[in-house]
């Protein structure tokens, strides 16, 4: 009941702040643009006044596509079919638990980089704002609280990326080498199948743990003032572990709305035919109002957890 | 296994005609006669072969040239590891005593005959490393005999040899009680052209032999299910625990097996062509029990489509084996018998493990029936067999949909259709540039430019020719190619030949562009223009002139389609012009000089331009400039991005977990 009620509660402060949460949306629709334009002249160049363009406008060209691949660099080289519906949110996925940021073009990954550490700057005037007795937006209100908390959040940050450095790299690593011990001496696909997705999972797991201590750490850093990463980091975790029902069902039940969420968006979207303006605008509009529903969702469970950890102290 | 011993005794009744008929198909240079025991607990072969060799040469033969294949694996200085560094030399590696595989003959000697005394070899025996001078390669030996073998005497040699089967590195070795032995016994070369034709074992080639008659008696515990090429005459258990495999197959030109006691076994007789039937039997891993039905479905296409193809499927059997994980054996031919693969949750349409099939189903043609030299043209054996996959695939089950795994699940994108011209042309593109196709296997600048070239762009020139030829032509002269080979060793040449008699003209010029030369194929529309056309105005044949377009009248324009050619291969093009009112023009151009200009004049602006518009030249590198128009479509740039940019931003948003 308790994860309910502070459910119920941040969702009154994300609604309080809705204006909050389109910021956000826009925040994240500029960064993804700065490299989308590119990459739409890149695919605008190649097509040209090509026969290609009319198959791609139908369908998907998946000659086109392969000559594309072959002769592109940077950003427009992520390009492809597995980033449409499901393989979008797969490649994500994927590309998160296997720690493959590096193979990401550099152009994009600079961009990703940039963004996060926004997002460390902008996490701070979240919660500062969320904080308040009424919740509200106000640019330079929200602003002003992002400045204040941003020393602190970086630090937090660079200290989680420690544990995220150890998990997504070190005991992935570690636990690899464990599964390719185990797939050289397999005699079915099946057992290094099996264990693969184990050590995803783990490592998964892992990292949503991490991000969930954070987050309080932050939370502790807002509502107590602190100044002391390393206590606020202690102090999340110190509450994550004290009361894993409320926390972890919080963060789960979250986690699973944003599953639900997803699941729904790729079935629509595959549904939808682009093979026309008003499909391809119908598909835009489904993936921004999808976006703005992950942007919304994120805010939710800092709201929520916020309460939780407040009525927690109270 | 009692069903297979039903089997096995309604074999024996025919075997008599079977072998008869087998043995008709062509001559028998190289026969052997085999006993062989594999202690399994040792991981040994003991093996005795009686090998009969005829001298079908013009040459008296002094000395015999022989592979002795599993030496490759016997250290890491063979030639095919130290040309298949750094893999084959990183697996190799953590190799123990117990991994390496070695093939040693203890004895080798005359057998008398009615051209030969009694005499052992032995002492002659010199190991021999034609290709690469390296001495420490140990997979092909010659002895010399007593006195030169006359042309058409025959002799007989007994063979006794020790073979350690080896952990796989690639292709044959044991993994835990999985076997799968290629290239195992002792085995003379080719002679001809006035010498021993005998390469070592290389990285990327291994196969070139005479065709003859195997008997082969196999002796192994007898819980392994077992299998081979050719049929399977007689199973006897003895009282210790093992049993023997008798398989015979004539008029083939190797021998492989394969056993294990988790196989599962089925066979099916297929009726493949009104009268023509073939014995299929598959060889399952257990864990791929439901993949049984695409398995059986894609040998019968393979079987009946190729045989349709290439000519009527000889052989009685055909063995069709999955291999075990790990076993790095997947993906290979010997005749009458091939392995495949699968992953046990290979979707329908991702083409696995139907493609594979096909693909080792169909070296049963082109290196199996067409005994064509792997080692020396790779493309004949290799690109003649990509283009039968991709050809039969495609008949059977139409295009592959593009299929990713994410943590190892495929995903099917069923909207996204993989054409059959896609096949081999981004290798092309990207890597074939770096060698001729016509190269020996091994002398390829690396192992990605001997696939280009030997899969990729054989394949693809195959394909450009059976377009640029038409199916009329194209179909009956690959048949005739297949079938006027069949039993022999065809030569580049040999294949020009049947292509220039059913093209009614020398297609030299098309085939050496692609078989000798390292030039790509760009053929593009580089310009397409429309102007208003200007009245006639100045001084004519000593009058002024100012003509003047008549009130009402439709404007005329001046149209160009310039059309260039960017690669280096020359083929004549056709053009396909469409204007504005809806007429279309075909222009043809030899494709010789760099570019070609059309111009026409008219009251209808050129809208649409096209060089190769019925897609001909799929070894066209980039289709893409093959068309322009008169506008570009601007949706489809939009929706491309747009696309992308959904993507991203979900990607931002996820990866915002190390932000806060």
Redesign the interface.
């Known amino acids: 009941m308790k994860t309910i009620s502070n459910l119920s509660q941040g969702y009154k402060t994300v609604r309080a702040a809705g204006r909050l949460v389109v910021f956000l949306y826009l925040v994240?629709?500029a960064?993804?643009?700065v490299?989308?334009v590119p990459?739409?002249e890149a695919?605008?160049d190649?097509?040209?006044?090509?026969?290609?363009?009319?198959r791609?406008?139908r369908?998907?060209d998946?000659?086109?596509w392969?000559?594309?691949?072959?002769k592109s660099h940077g950003p427009a080289a992520?390009?492809g079919?597995?980033?449409?519906?499901?393989?979008?949110?797969?490649?994500?996925?994927?590309?998160?638990?296997g720690m493959r940021?590096g193979t990401l073009p550099s152009g994009?990954l600079l961009?990703?980089i940039v963004?996060?550490?926004?997002?460390?700057f902008?996490?701070g005037g979240l919660l500062g704002s969320y904080a308040q007795e009424s919740p509200g937006f106000r640019l330079r209100g929200f602003l002003g609280e992002a400045i204040r908390y941003f020393p602190r959040?970086l630090g937090?940050?660079l200290f989680?990326?420690v544990f995220?450095y150890a998990v997504g790299f070190v005991l992935n690593a570690r636990l690899s080498a464990l599964l390719e011990r185990i797939?050289?001496?397999?005699?079915?696909?099946?057992t290094p199948?099996f264990a693969?997705?184990a050590v995803?999972l783990i490592v998964w797991v892992l990292?949503?743990f991490i991000?969930m201590v954070?987050?309080y750490a932050?939370i502790k850093t807002v509502l107590e003032s602190r100044t002391n990463i390393f206590r606020a980091a202690w102090e999340g975790l110190a509450l994550v572990l004290r009361h894993p029902l409320a926390t972890f069902g919080l963060y789960y039940l979250l986690f699973i709305v944003t599953a639900i969420l997803s699941v729904a968006y790729v079935l629509l979207k595959e549904t939808i035919v682009?093979s026309?303006?008003a499909g391809?605008l119908l598909?835009?509009v489904l993936?921004?109002v999808?976006?703005l529903a992950?942007?919304g969702l994120?805010c939710w469970t800092y709201a929520g957890q916020l309460h939780l950890a407040r009525n927690l102290k109270d | 296994m009692r069903k297979t011993l039903v089997t096995v005794g309604f074999i024996v009744l025919l075997t008599g005609s079977l072998a008869a008929s087998d043995e008709n198909l062509c001559p028998q240079v190289a026969s052997y006669d085999m006993d062989v025991r594999l202690d399994t607990a040792r991981k040994v072969i003991i093996g005795r072969e009686t090998l009969t060799w005829s001298n079908t040469s013009r040459d008296s033969v002094g000395e015999m040239w022989f592979h002795l294949y599993w030496n490759a694996f016997a250290n890491n200085a063979s030639t095919f590891i130290v040309e298949g560094r750094p893999t084959r030399q990183e697996v190799s590696r953590e190799f123990r005593k117990e991994d390496w595989g070695y093939s040693r003959v203890e004895a080798i000697r005359i057998l008398p005959g009615p051209s030969s005394e009694p005499y052992d070899l032995k002492p002659s025996l010199t190991f021999r490393h034609p290709d690469d001078n390296n001495a420490l390669d140990r997979t092909v030996f010659s002895v010399t005999l007593p006195k030169p073998l006359r042309p058409g005497q025959t002799i007989r040699l007994e063979i006794t040899w020790e073979g350690k089967v080896p952990r796989p590195l690639a292709r044959t070795g044991v993994f835990k009680d999985y076997y799968l032995l290629g290239q195992w016994f002792p085995k003379v070369g080719v002679y001809g052209e006035g010498g021993w034709n005998c390469h070592q074992f290389h990285d990327t080639s291994e196969f070139f032999a005479d065709y003859g008659t195997y008997d082969v008696k196999i002796t192994l515990p007898s819980a392994f299910v077992v299998g081979a090429t050719g049929r399977r005459l007689e199973l006897v258990r003895h009282a210790d625990g093992t049993a023997t495999h008798r398989y015979h197959q004539a008029s083939v030109h190797d021998f492989a097996w394969t056993a294990s006691p988790r196989f599962l076994e089925y066979q099916q007789r297929f009726k493949f062509a009104p009268g023509k039937t073939t014995e299929i039997t598959l060889l399952l891993q257990p864990e791929h029990k439901g993949l049984k039905d695409r398995y059986l479905k894609a040998v019968m296409a393979a079987v009946k489509l190729a045989s349709r193809n290439y000519g009527d499927y000889p052989y009685e059997t055909v063995t069709c084996v999955d291999p075990a994980y790990n076993s790095r054996s997947g993906g290979m031919e010997y005749p009458t018998f091939f392995t495949a693969g699968a992953d046990f949750l290979d979707p329908v349409g991702s083409g696995d493990p139907e493609g594979v099939t096909i693909h080792e189903f169909g070296h049963g043609y082109f290196y199996g029936l067409v005994g064509s030299n792997e080692f020396e043209n790779p493309w004949m054996d290799e690109g003649f067999t990509s283009f039968l996959e991709s050809e039969i695939y495609d008949e059977a089950y139409g295009p592959m949909l593009y299929t990713r795994r994410y943590f190892g699940i495929p995903v099917v994108f069923k909207d996204i259709k993989i054409p059959i011209e896609s096949s081999g042309i981004s290798e092309v593109r990207q890597t074939a540039g770096l060698d001729m196709m016509q190269r020996y296997a091994w002398q390829f600048q690396d192992a990605e430019s001997y696939s280009a070239n030997s899969y990729a762009k054989a394949e693809v020139m195959l394909r450009t020719l059976k377009r640029f030829l038409g199916e009329a032509v194209f179909a009956p002269m690959i048949k005739d190619y297949s079938q006027s080979f069949w039993f022999k060793h065809p030569r580049p040449q040999d294949f020009a030949s049947v292509v220039n008699r059913h093209a009614g003209r020398d297609m030299g010029w098309f085939l050496d562009q692609f078989v000798y030369g390292a030039e790509t194929c760009d053929y593009a529309v580089g310009e397409v223009g429309n102007e208003p056309a200007w009245p006639l105005k100045g001084w004519l044949d000593g009058k002024y002139v100012e003509e003047k377009t008549p009130a009402g009248a439709a404007p005329l324009y001046e149209s160009d389609v310039l059309v260039r050619r960017l690669g280096g291969i020359k083929v004549p093009v056709e053009i396909q012009v469409t204007f504005d009112d809806g007429r279309v023009r075909r222009e043809t151009w030899d494709g010789q000089l760099q570019w070609k200009r059309f111009s026409y004049k008219g009251a209808s602006q050129v809208v649409l331009a096209v060089v190769d518009p019925d897609f001909k030249l799929v070894a066209d590198i980039n289709r893409t400039n093959n068309s322009l128009m008169r506008r570009p479509n601007r949706l489809a740039p939009w929706k491309a991005a747009a696309n992308w940019l959904g993507w991203f931003q979900h990607a931002l948003e996820f990866f915002s977990i190390f932000g806060g």
Not at chain 1, 46 to 54: I, V
Not at chain 1, 66 to 70: A, I, P
Not at chain 1, 115 to 120: D, E, L, V
């Open positions: 994240n629709l960064f993804s643009l490299l989308a990459v739409y695919i605008k190649s097509l040209g006044r090509s026969q290609a363009g009319e791609m406008a369908g998907f998946y000659q086109w392969e000559e594309f691949r072959d992520t390009y079919p597995s980033i449409f519906g499901r393989g979008a949110l797969l490649n994500s996925l994927e590309s998160l638990v940021l994009v961009i990703l963004y996060i550490i926004i997002h460390a902008l996490a959040f937090l940050m989680s990326w995220f797939s050289h001496g397999a005699l079915t696909e099946r199948f693969g997705l995803s990292m949503m991000q954070f987050d932050r682009q026309a303006a391809v598909a835009f993936q921004q999808f976006i992950l942007v994120r």
